[in-house]
């Protein structure tokens, strides 16, 4: 790494907290370098726009993610022990995430749903290669005999995205303490039924 | 309802719809002032402060869902019924929100999950009274025989929460045009899991 090189990560570093906190939309070189003590000069320089800002900022958070979640569990053997390394590092980035604000990406998905442009448009690529991991996994997984092998890949996901989600809100806006416990169940919940079918209703 | 009663109600309503674009947190009085061509004063008048605004547009949106959502499905028998009463309600919602930015209430989570005050103490609880009409109608219908009586119902509600705003995420920042059907799918898996148990894995 160059001087340039780690300048540029340590001002990322903190755009990155401060965005967590103001919400990426309210991330400007202004606002980064009253936080900083540098000047909006040399902080142009480096970023150019607030947009490219946003953008690198979402970048350094999803190099964050694959490092502390994915690239840990694909060291884990095919199918459900990678599922399963998945789920406990997304977990733990959830309830351990160093950033003040919480999950960026979470926040960032509702503040930039209805504001089209090249923020939003580098935000859901980055959903979809996330939420493509984890399809692309539970297909290799169905492909190792773990997973019943008529289960949609895309479905699984959706229903791991949406565990994720009510944990994050149980947690952080409810701070209720059994969001996590629940959480864990949901997820044996979804495993399980992955994995063997449901017995005929009965008792109706 | 009195001409004042009407008259709040219609800056209640713009409110909302602002507060969806803007984000809860970017709704002051200034803003409401400049969208609505009124004076700031006579706002003050009716609102006192940013956070009494604030607070007012999360009740005014809570009584919109109530009446949308909660009322119309307390119709259906208790049970099963209900319960897809309470989910057909809220699909529509999320489908068919009048507001212009979504759903005001997931975007406020996020947005005042890390800010203590009167604002964020009065959205956590609404959304408590909203998870706890999903528990309470869940335990009314073990109480039917319709579910497992060995379910717990705060688990229900966390895993019905997910399966909505894996929903929202799905149709409104990735644009997947199969994100309805996958989160009926996962209600009616859910469903099913309330309601049989699952057979012993084999496959493994």
């Known amino acids: 790494m160059t001087k340039g090189d780690l300048t540029r990560q340590a001002i990322l570093d903190r755009a990155t907290r401060l965005a ?12 980064l370098a009253d936080e900083m003590e540098l000047s909006k000069s040399g902080l142009f320089a ?3 726009s607030k947009e490219a800002l946003q953008i690198q900022v979402l970048e350094y958070g999803a190099a964050l993610f694959v490092e502390a979640v994915v690239r840990p569990a ?13 789920f406990e590092g997304w977990m733990d980035w959830a309830r351990t995430s160093p950033l003040p604000g919480g999950c960026l990406f979470v926040a960032a998905a509702t503040e930039f749903d209805d504001r089209p442009g090249p923020v939003r448009d580098r935000l859901a690529q980055l959903q979809r290669d996330w939420l493509s991991v984890i399809a692309t996994s539970f297909a290799k997984g169905a492909g190792e005999g773990h997973f019943l ?3 949609d890949p895309e479905q ?21 303490s059994k ?15 992955a994995t063997a079918p449901l017995l005929p209703t009965t008792n109706r």
């Open 46 to 48: 480096h970023f150019r």
């Open 74 to 86: 694909l060291h884990a053997p095919r199918g459900e022990p990678r599922m399963r390394a998945l």
């Open 156 to 176: 699984f996901a959706q229903d791991l995205y949406g565990i994720m989600l009510s944990y994050h809100h149980y947690s952080r806006l409810l701070g209720d």
């Open 20 to 31: 967590s906190q103001l919400g990426l939309g309210g991330l400007t070189i202004g606002a």
């Open 179 to 193: 969001a996590e416990p629940r959480a864990r169940r949901a997820f044996e919940t979804l495993l399980a039924a």
């Open 149 to 151: 092998a008529d289960q």
